[in-house]
């Protein structure tokens, strides 16, 4: 069955047909999604291979919906970025984050980090600072503590209003992380033209350690590369103790993945923290 789509879009089976009909139900559900509370943030925890220090934490949001039950951002950010929605959902989750990440540092006698997640469609408008700098005064943050992750492709497809934000964002105070780093097309001298101050190995460089070879000399040359450029580099994905030496070994700095934690509330992350305080 071929046919026309609400959106003007050929459907061609009912595979597609039902992507479509959730993206709407998605789409529909959202908009009241801040609204009604159903969206949280969840924490990640980051830690320092060398001192075994952790370094703070990834935000990721969730969605509880009413009758879905929890959607994955992989499948609600994409409509809400098609929708522009995400830049009022972004902005919501970076002011949770810094709020959270005041408290931590203070828990923990330390300043930590939190790195928020920043959608191409954030990245491309024009209030993105201006919500930086709210979000900032407003939580007591300091900008050395807040970290945005751009993903790779949001990076080369940069146009000229991208580099200046990233650069306006860097002069702030803020660092930037590139986002799984190593997956998107590279003629890396667009790394030259950014301020980056890290880069994020993505997990499908991370799953084959210690073993394939391939996997281990990509993350290698990636932390070469990171080196050179003196970026910082954090491994994704890292779900076992033998992934975490064999990074520490190829001389990764940070890493983040379900062998330190699985993504958790705010309250279990303050948990995280404290038997974690003697190390
Ligand atoms: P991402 O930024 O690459 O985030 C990492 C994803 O990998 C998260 O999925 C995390 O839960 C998962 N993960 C972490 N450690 C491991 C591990 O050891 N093994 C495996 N298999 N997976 C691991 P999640 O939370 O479902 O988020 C999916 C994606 O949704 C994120 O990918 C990010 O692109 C996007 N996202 C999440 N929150 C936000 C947000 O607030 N804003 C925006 N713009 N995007 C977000
Ligand atoms: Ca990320
Ligand atoms: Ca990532
Ligand atoms: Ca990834």
Known sequence: AKHLGGDGIVVFDRDLELRHQYRQTLKKGLKNALAR??????????????????????????????????????D????????????????????????ECTRWSQYYGRPLAVSVNVSARQMLHSNLLLTVERVLSDSGLSPSQLELEITESVAISARESVASQMQALVSMGVTIALDDFGTGY??????????????????????????????????????????????????????????????????????????????????????????RRSL
């Open 37 to 74: 509370s159903e969206l949280r943030v969840f924490y990640q925890p980051q830690m320092h291979l060398e001192s075994g220090l952790i370094t703070g934490a990834e935000a990721l949001v969730r969605w509880q919906h009413e009758e879905l039950g929890q959607v994955s951002p992989a």
């Open 76 to 99: 609600f950010i994409p409509v809400a970025e098609d929708d522009g929605l995400v830049v009022e959902i972004g902005a919501w989750v970076m002011l949770q984050a810094c709020r």
């Open 186 to 275: 590279s003629s890396l001298s667009y790394l030259n033209l950014l301020p980056v101050n890290n880069l994020k190995i993505d997990r499908s460089f991370v799953q084959g350690l210690p073993q394939d070879n391939v996997q281990a000399s990509s993350v290698r040359a990636i932390i070469g590369l990171a080196r050179n450029l003196g970026l910082g580099t954090i491994a994704e994905g890292v779900e076992t103790r033998a992934q975490s030496d064999c990074l520490a070994r190829l001389g990764c700095q940070i890493i983040q993945g379900y062998w330190l934690g699985k993504p958790m509330s705010d309250v279990q992350f303050r948990e995280f923290l404290s038997g």
